[in-house]
Nanobody, 125 residues
Framework: QGPLQESGGGLVQAGNSLTLSCEAS????????MTWFRQAPGKERKFVAA????????YYHESVEERFILSRDKAKKTIYLQMNGLEPEDTAVYYC??????????????????WGQGTQVTVSS
């Protein structure tokens, strides 16, 4: 097992909601921010939302900012992605990532030090 553990994926109908969780299982893990990415079959991994660990500021891709809510629980070292109004276009493997420091744009995959194994989200029409 890696340092990030995702859960909560599944199959839902369009219009429904799903909440993903990502726990940093290593208590010594130093985190500046944590982020959700997603990757659809045959597509590049894309930024969904990020949260800064110290202040809890959140940043969203424009395609989800009206529907998804990202939060963090510092005591549990866990982030949550509440996904509302799901659409078939949201179908993808969702990955959690963590960065030890800020080294550039949140959407840049190469800026992250740790990754989860991914959790599948499938939205049926």
């Amino acid at each position: 097992q890696g340092p990030l553990q995702e859960s909560g994926g599944g199959l839902v109908q369009a219009g429904n909601s799903l909440t993903l969780s990502c726990e940093a299982s290593d208590a010594t893990l130093s985190v500046n921010h944590m982020t959700w990415f997603r990757q659809a079959p045959g597509k590049e991994r894309k930024f969904v939302a990020a949260v800064t660990w110290k202040t809890g500021e959140t940043y969203y891709h424009e395609s989800v900012e009206e529907r998804f809510i990202l939060s963090r629980d510092k005591a549990k070292k866990t982030i949550y992605l509440q996904m509302n109004g799901l659409e078939p276009e949201d179908t993808a493997v969702y990955y959690c990532a963590a960065a030890k420091s800020y080294s550039g744009p949140y959407h840049r995959v190469s800026n992250y030090d740790y990754w989860g194994q991914g959790t599948q989200v499938t939205v049926s029409s």
